[in-house]
Nanobody
Framework: QVQLVESGGGLVQAGGSLRLSCAAS????????ISWFRQAPGKEREFVAG????????SYGDSVKGRFTISRDNAKNTVYLRMNSLKPEDTAVYYC????????????????WGQGTQVTVSS
């Protein structure tokens, strides 16, 4: 089992950057693939980025490709999401999620979730 806590959200102007962190507890963190999802009011939870156990593979949603970068430091039990060139449409609550299997973009397939961190991008 793994517990996840997100941090790093906030208010930023369009074109700015933020780095989100997802800190995990549990000795088996390196056994989990981690993904970031986001959910804006009235919208479905959307896949943002995912990373496998060893950081050898990453994937991105089409709307963030080229602007966001996911990375992980297993020694620190932490996954990061670097967000550059932020747009107002990136405004959402961002969640990290863990699963034993890498590659799913469906939020219903993830068993472990953090509480979320709010990102607001002003125009």
């Amino acid at each position: 089992q793994v517990q996840l806590v997100e941090s790093g959200g906030g208010l930023v102007q369009a074109g700015g950057s933020l780095r989100l962190s997802c800190a995990a507890s549990g000795r088996t963190f390196s056994s989990y693939a981690i993904s970031w999802f986001r959910q804006a009011p009235g919208k479905e939870r959307e896949f943002v980025a995912g990373i496998d156990y060893s950081a050898g593979r990453t994937s991105y949603g089409d709307s963030v490709k080229g602007r966001f970068t996911i990375s992980r430091d297993n020694a620190k039990n932490t996954v990061y999401l670097r967000m550059n060139s932020l747009k107002p449409e990136d405004t959402a609550v961002y969640y990290c999620a863990a699963d034993r299997v890498y590659g799913s973009r469906l939020f219903i397939e993830y068993h472990y979730w953090g509480q979320g961190t709010q990102v607001t991008v002003s125009s």
